[in-house]
């Protein structure tokens, strides 16, 4: 029978996890056909058992394989080639798990484009359960790599081969096999698969889950010599393979070898081989080529190892004693608070530390909630549901909105980074955000984080987004995010297909998404009729009662992310669309607040008074237009630089698919869809739109999140 995925499993002495590795595999979202191969190197505990008793109810085909003799990872590796009928091959440690939609992701993305492999991204999980995501390879800024540049898998801070989905043609064409009879047999592998591929796929999201396991081949036996030995083995089988296309590839696969080496020599070998084992090393590396490029972008004290050819001439006691100062945890630190108190924010980090350490010792109050705000405004879903708990419930809780807003009164108000806010921060039972938290927050053991989010995603996130500027800026970009996200334990969603995306783009938990729909989407429910309250914000706005009311609302590009010169070709010619509908119409323009600068006093307005007043809207890739959708009011999306912006960020397909009737990129067209607007409108579409992107359900939102609140109140009171 042909498989259209093999997953090979080696397996040693896992029975502790094993049945995990598998229930991932069954519980995939994949429809197509899945063979697993477990190949078993002579466990002595109950792990071929339990495998042989997993019920996998037809989600897989199981082979189980068991070796005559313990071979290591690799032999058993080859042999699941071997055996393997898949069209594509995947390998899955016995103790790591696959994110349910892994294999359906990857497998789309290989077939989409004929690659050669596809790449997923990968995070740690340890023993209590919580995720750690720390990858910043920077080749995972890409969408796909192709040629040469496939290379620049060997710029990875770790050389994982398992978090990849192989062509088995082109393995097998390729004689690609993992290194036998040794640990580190994933080498030449990795580095095999790199300089043989034409091209390569990747995916962003952290699909593989590597569990933080003590008990593994690599963390054992650490007095012994088999991991000297196994190193020395595996660079010279991967040296020996090595004949690369890239300039840079002999620099990234040297620097990654010598990193790896001083790790090994310092904490998997015995005392007295850490010269002779480094001296070893270096004569492989320098016996294939000592004239290779080093890039401009290499750090520090990989610049000392290679531009200053220490590595190349074999000054063993120089790389000794770098690594030696690289370690000491003192020295850095020391160094590290010396480079930071030149810094003036320094000063303030060092005031919010003895603020914090000071109120640590609070205890947390059960009938406490701390809004942060929308970056510490008094707008969006934290503004409407702050509202609703103030007016329908005064006296239950104690509650305040951090921000410097003066319509919230004094009483009920902190001031961003104040005294105040850390006693406040410290004490909250619930601390209720709706956008990125400061790290320097911190979040104490017996609070409960809810994160509001600020709308359902048409552009894509963090995870489901390769977000090239903002990363290629700042590395850490998604590392940071993800430690914040780690602290939330309740993400708000406001329609299925917002929670699928919100789930995807911030790797969070389904279970843990609160789909109660949004607070500020609720606020327009209940005033969409309220004929008073519209009359009384156009005259706010000076706006003539018989004026057609069309809203502008563009988002942000990240494009413009940390340049001076904002490129705003993107934005709609709003005194060219003026003339073009004549008198009968106004426009208010409402630009996001990063751009803020360009914005006249409508800015000053909350953007679901402008919502409830307007006749129709006009956005572009802002989740605004779902919430006008809620209320039935028609939109049109401007969009003229879709390839630059998908260049730099990218948007949802099936959204974009279901919003294609609504796109218009110049204003003379748009003009005239506005003007026939009762004759023309695609209202089927609209319909469609409708049902898929926003919230049907019946229940008020402010009430659900009031009824969870109490929950918690009432569940640590219990």
């Known amino acids: 029978m042909r498989f259209d995925v093999s997953v090979i499993i080696p397996t040693y002495n896992v029975e502790q996890y094993i049945y995990d590795a598998l229930y991932s595999i069954a519980n995939q979202t994949f429809n197509g056909e899945i063979e697993v191969i477990v190949v078993d190197d002579c466990s002595t505990d109950q792990t071929i058992k339990i495998v042989q008793k997993f019920n996998y109810n037809g989600k897989f085909h199981l082979k189980l394989f068991k070796q005559e003799k313990n071979m290591r990872q690799g032999t058993a590796r080859n042999r699941g080639i071997t055996e ?75 050389y994982f081969t398992v978090n990849k989905l192989y062509n088995r043609e082109f393995l097998v064409n390729n004689h690609i ?33 590597v569990r933080v396991n003590t008990n593994s081949t690599t963390k054992t036996n650490r007095k012994s010599m088999i991991h000297v030995e196994s190193l020395i083995k595996a660079v010279e089988s991967t040296i020996n393979k090595f004949n690369p296309r890239w300039e840079e590839s002999y620099y990234q696969l040297y620097r990654y070898i010598i990193r790896k080496t001083l790790s090994y020599i310092h904490e998997r070998a015995p005392k007295g081989v850490k010269r002779e084992t480094l001296k070893k090393i270096i004569q492989i590396l320098n016996n294939k080529n000592k004239n290779y490029y080093i890039p401009n972008t290499a750090t520090i004290i990989n610049s000392l190892y290679f531009r200053k050819k220490l590595v190349q001439n074999g000054k063993l006691n120089n790389i000794l004693l770098i690594d030696s100062l690289n370690r000491k945890t003192k020295f850095k630190k020391a160094l590290t608070k010396v480079l930071n108190l030149r810094k003036t924010s320094s000063w303030k980090n060092l005031y919010t ?11 947390i109050q059960n009938n406490f909630i701390l809004f942060l705000g929308f970056d510490h405004r008094y707008e969006g879903n934290s503004k409407y549901l702050f509202d609703y708990l103030i007016r329908n419930n005064p006296q239950q809780y104690t509650i305040l909105f951090t921000t410097k807003d003066e319509n919230i009164p004094k009483e009920q108000r902190v001031s961003p980074y104040s005294k105040e806010f850390y006693y406040a921060l410290s004490q909250a039972k619930i601390v209720i955000a709706e956008s990125w938290v400061p790290l320097k927050f911190t979040k104490k053991d017996g609070q409960k984080w ?17 977000e090239r500027i903002i990363s290629s800026n700042n590395i850490y970009h998604k590392k940071n995010k993800h430690a914040d996200i780690t602290r939330w334990d309740y993400l708000l969603s406001d329609s299925k297909i917002g929670l699928e995306k919100l789930s995807s783009s911030f790797a969070f938990p389904k279970h843990n998404i609160l789909n109660f729909g949004y607070p500020r989407v609720q606020w327009l429910k209940e005033n969409s009729n309220n004929e008073e309250l519209i009359k009384q914000i156009k005259k706010q706005l000076s706006v003539p009662i018989n004026k057609k009311i069309v809203l502008y609302v563009p988002t942000w590009r990240d494009y413009n992310y ?22 009968d119409y106004v426009i208010l323009n409402k630009n996001h607040h990063f ?32 919430d006008g959708l809620t209320i039935n009011k028609p939109f049109y999306l401007f969009i003229n630089d879709f390839e630059k912006y998908s260049n730099s960020r990218g948007v949802y397909e099936d959204i974009l698919n279901l919003l294609k009737p609504f796109c218009i990129d110049n204003e003379v067209d748009l003009a005239k869809k506005i003007q026939s607007l009762g004759s023309t409108y695609p209202l089927d579409s609209y319909q469609k739109a409708k049902e898929n992107l926003t919230n049907n359900k019946m229940i008020s939102s402010n009430e659900a999140l009031q009824n969870k609140l109490d929950e918690i109140m009432n569940s640590t009171i219990g």
């Not at 390998?91 to 993305?109: C, Q, V």
């Not at 640990?183 to 593989?208: R, S």
């Not at 940390?562 to 004549?582: A, C, I, P, R, W």
């Not at 803020?596 to 809207?617: A, E, F």
Request: proline share 2%; charged share 25%.
């Open 562 to 583: 940390k340049t001076n010169d904002f490129d705003l070709s993107y934005e709609l010619n709003v005194q060219k669309l003026q003339k073009l509908l004549g008198d």
């Open 595 to 626: 751009n803020s600068k360009n914005n006249d006093h409508i800015h000053l307005h909350d953007v679901q008074n402008l919502i409830l007043i307007s006749d129709i809207m006009i956005s572009d890739y802002s989740s605004v237009i779902f």
């Open 177 to 209: 096999k993992y290194g036998e009879g040794y640990i580190y047999e994933d080498y030449e592998f990795y580095v095999e698969v790199a300089q043989k591929a034409n091209k390569i796929g990747i995916i962003h999201n952290p699909l593989y889950q």
């Open 84 to 158: 393997a009928s898949g069209k594509y091959i995947f390998f899955l440690d016995g103790d790591d798990l696959l994110h349910e939609e892994a294999i359906e992701k990857m497998y789309k993305k290989a077939e989409e484009n004929a690659y050669d492999f596809v790449v997923c991204d990968w995070i740690y999980f340890n023993p209590d359960g919580q995720f750690k995501y720390v990858n910043i390879d920077k080749f995972m800024f890409n969408d796909e790599l192709s040629g040469k540049h496939c290379e620049k898998l060997l710029e990875a801070i770790t």
């Open 450 to 466: 809810i994160q509001l989010w600020h709308g359902t995603p048409f552009k894509k996130m963090l995870f489901d987004s390769h």
């Open 353 to 363: 530390k003895i603020i914090q350490k000071r109120t640590s010792r609070l205890p």
